[in-house]
């Protein structure tokens, strides 16, 4: 890796290396987490989610 490498040289990289159904499963994750941090309000879930959001640095309210 040099010194100067950008996001765009990530992405060829990753273009060139990974297969669709890898790039597939890392959208489908992706997604279930943005929906479980989004969506999921059973209190005790929802409790647990908040304390990770902040503990990410992630403003909630």
Do not use: K, Y
């Not at 159904?21 to 941090?37: E, K, S, Y």
């Amino acid at each position: 890796m040099s010194t100067n490498e950008t996001v765009g040289d990530r992405l060829d990289v990753a273009r060139t290396e990974l297969t669709a159904t890898q790039i597939a499963a890392g959208l489908a994750f992706g997604t279930a987490i943005v929906f479980a941090l989004m969506f999921v309000q059973e209190p005790l879930v929802h409790e647990s989610m908040h304390n990770f959001r902040h503990a990410a640095g992630i403003t909630c309210h």
